[in-house]
């Protein structure tokens, strides 16, 4: 009897052993060479083994590899926070905190927001995803599979529709549904916050709408409720700019930071109005591994290349060539399954559809053996699986992103109806 130890649940996408990187390149234990688009899910902005990241990494191991923060102080922490609070574009005093991960950020927001308004109820949004913790798990706006077999839930949590271009869901609609919500299910005092990804990241990378995201703001503000924005996929320059909620015309109360903010290494944040920050008791926040040395020094050596002028050509350039190659796409009806282009600037999503428009689930699992056997690495997203979301490294060299776009050419053009 063959023993794996390694869980039967987790699901994995690509059955391939992974051996190195190097930018938007990656290459299995069979010497195989792949095109990466997934980026490890969105964490690779600057690339496999950014130079830089990867220098910064190797300097700090030979200095302080760890200290619990909260049991001493040490300076890649107390550095770090200093430019991250600089680097978030907002016009109030930012502190915060360092944490394992996103999913952590989003579990010390929840505390947070509880010590601040002395309330438990959140609203979150259908097709959400803010992690895989017990708390984390109701915030997401999707069952299987997430929610499946694990029992009663922490709450109360509700939802709401997401309003976005990207998936057909209007303001109108999207504020209807909160008026019901009020009227039926919640008095709205007992709401502690909102929490929202500006772009929607396994949702199927939908876009939120403006108007909604200002008239939520304006809502939050005059009934005295929290806003949290979640930048832990869209942040770090994935649209174009430092964070997303920036094209939205609204500051959020505090912010989840994750993924691309180390270059690769472990490490979120959850920062916010200092008032905010500053309300739990002394020792109410902390954690044994929240910002390691080691991952704080590859953070610095990130927001050190991330300078606004690189995230706005990187986030231009790709977008650009995304949607140059898609519209080419559309007019020459590469494929029938090809549907609509989700998101914004280079956080981009390719919805799959059959002909009488429902989610075509079964050629995007096709879609990902035949991108694979080519050496392109896709990985899908939204509520039916059905769209394919675009990570390539901000870094990849245009000739790498045209050549994992011709790959993505001709597998499409290979789907079945």
Not at 140 to 152: C, D, E, L, S, T
Not at 258 to 282: E, T
Not at 291 to 303: D, F, Y
Request: charged share 20%; glycine share 10%; net charge negative.
């Amino acid at each position: 009897m063959s023993h794996d130890p390694i869980s039967q649940s987790i699901s994995i996408v690509h059955p391939i052993s992974l051996s190195h990187g190097k930018n938007a390149e990656v290459w299995d234990t069979a010497g195989k060479r792949y095109i990466d688009f997934v980026g490890g899910i969105g964490v690779l902005n600057l690339g496999h083994c950014h130079p830089a990241v990867v220098e910064a990494i190797r300097e700090q191991a030979t200095r302080l590899t760890h200290y619990a923060f909260n049991a001493a102080p040490h300076t890649p922490y107390i550095e770090l926070m200093e430019r991250l609070t600089a680097f978030i574009p907002v016009s109030y005093p930012v502190s915060g905190m360092l944490t394992n991960s996103g999913a952590e950020a989003a579990e010390n927001a929840l505390k947070i927001v509880r010590g601040a308004t002395g309330r438990t109820a959140v609203i979150a949004f259908d097709g959400a995803f803010h992690g895989r913790t017990l708390a984390t798990l109701n915030l997401n706006g999707k069952v299987a599979p997430y929610k499946q077999k694990v029992g009663v839930l922490p709450g109360p949590v509700y939802h709401l529709p997401y309003p976005s271009a990207d998936n057909g869901v209007t303001c109108a609609e999207a504020l209807k549904a909160m008026d019901r919500l009020f009227s039926v299910e919640i008095d709205v005092s007992d709401i502690a916050c909102f929490i929202i990804e500006p772009v929607q990241g396994e949702g199927g990378f939908l876009a939120l709408d403006i108007e909604f995201a200002q008239a939520l703001r304006r809502f939050c503000d005059a009934k005295n409720i929290l806003l949290i924005a979640d930048e832990i996929q869209s942040g770090f320059g994935r649209t174009g700019q430092r964070f997303a909620f920036s094209r939205l015309g609204i500051e959020p109360d505090l912010i989840l930071l994750g993924k691309s903010i180390a270059g690769g290494v472990p490490l979120g944040a959850v920062v916010g109005r200092k008032a905010l920050m500053d309300n739990l008791p002394k020792g109410g926040l902390g954690g044994t591994y929240s910002g390691n040395p080691i991952a704080c020094a590859a953070a610095l050596a990130t927001l050190d290349v991330m300078t606004d002028d690189h995230l706005q050509r990187w986030g231009m350039q790709q977008g650009a060539a995304i949607v140059s190659r898609y519209e080419t796409w559309r007019a020459r009806h590469l494929s029938p399954c090809l549907g609509r282009l989700t998101g914004v600037g280079a956080m981009r999503g390719i919805e799959l559809t059959n002909a009488d428009g429902t989610p075509a689930s079964r050629q995007l699992t096709q879609l990902l053996g035949l991108a694979r056997d080519a050496g392109l690495l896709l990985m899908p997203s939204g509520k039916s699986r059905h769209i394919i979301r675009l990570l390539a490294p901000l870094t990849i060299e245009p000739e790498v992103l045209e050549e994992g776009l011709d790959i993505l050419q001709t597998c499409l053009a290979q789907l079945d109806e």
